[in-house]
């Protein structure tokens, strides 16, 4: 309960400040600061960070070449075969690859297996070890065996 007063006054003095767009508001009533307090939307602290190796310059090399000959960007995304969230080295190429999204086994369902893994080993419920083990097998009898059946 504390927590939530304390996000609710850094959400309530970031709108003050500026930091939000006034007035807006979620077509389920709540304003950006409660929003963020929530954790949906992030917090103005955190302001993401930019690859400075990405240009207009060199995007054509470094973000406009993951995608496979006969697919758009928009199809799929580059995926880490090992998540970031379960131990996966964010940037390396050998940690990479292109999944697609139409797919009834796509890569929204994968995130899906890929929180219940990170969840779990934060926990204490399941071992790194064996979180990493099911993520680079075949992903789908893990998805089985810790989130339950797959999509039909």
């Not at 496979?68 to 928009?74: D, F, L, N, T």
């Not at 399941?126 to 990493?132: P, V, Y």
Request: with cysteine; proline share 8%; charged share 20%.
């Amino acid at each position: 309960m504390r927590a939530c007063l304390v996000a609710a006054a850094v959400a309530a003095s970031l709108l003050a400040s500026g930091a939000f767009a006034a007035g807006y508001v979620a077509p389920d009533g709540r304003t950006e600061a409660q929003l963020v307090a929530a954790h949906v939307l992030p917090d103005p602290a955190h302001p993401g960070v930019v690859n400075p190796a990405v240009t207009p310059a060199t995007q054509a090399r470094t973000i406009c070449t993951q995608t496979p000959a006969g697919h758009k960007p928009i199809e799929g995304e580059l995926d880490h075969r090992l998540s970031i969230e379960d131990g996966g080295a964010p940037a390396d190429p050998a940690n990479l690859w292109w999944m697609i999204y139409a797919d009834r086994y796509g890569a929204r369902v994968k995130d899906v297996l890929e929180t219940k893994l990170s969840r779990r080993v934060c926990a204490g419920t399941l071992g790194l070890g064996e979180a990493r083990q099911a993520l680079l097998g075949n992903w789908l009898v893990a998805y089985q065996k810790y989130v339950g059946p797959l999509p039909k």
